[in-house]
């Protein structure tokens, strides 16, 4: 059974910082891609950052230089550190596996950034 469970979320201020954790199971890990998506309040889910098997990252636009992923393989965990962060970073954060045997999703956890 696949799952991917999703921690770090919270109320940040502009300017601050959080990182979030997806812990994987019931696939292998090694052999996925993985990846953070968002939805923000009335918009549609977006991709902020993709991490591939080999390490390779891309990132949105609108988080180039403020967001980084990573993953570690050894763990089964993918992160996203989120730095500088703005207002319309707020969103509920989603983790996603493409795996061998289809892509999977976590259940969410909501980011606001608010002062």
């Known amino acids: 059974q696949v799952q991917l469970v999703e921690s770090g979320g919270g109320l940040v201020q502009p300017g601050g910082s959080l990182r979030l954790s997806c812990a994987a199971s019931?696939?292998?890990?090694?052999?996925?891609?993985m990846s953070w998506y968002r939805q923000g309040p009335g918009k549609q889910r977006e991709l902020v950052a993709r991490?591939?098997?080999?390490?390779?990252?891309n990132y949105a636009d609108s988080v180039k230089g403020r967001f980084s992923i990573s993953r570690d393989n050894a763990k089964n965990t993918v992160w996203l550190q989120m730095n500088t962060m703005k207002p319309e970073d707020t969103a509920v954060y989603y983790c996603?596996?493409?795996?061998?045997?289809?892509?999977?999703w976590g259940q969410g956890t909501q980011v606001t950034v608010s002062s």
């Open positions: 996603n596996a493409i795996t061998s045997y289809g892509a999977y």
């Open positions: 019931g696939f292998t890990f090694s052999s996925a891609a």
């Open positions: 991490i591939t098997t080999r390490g390779i990252t």
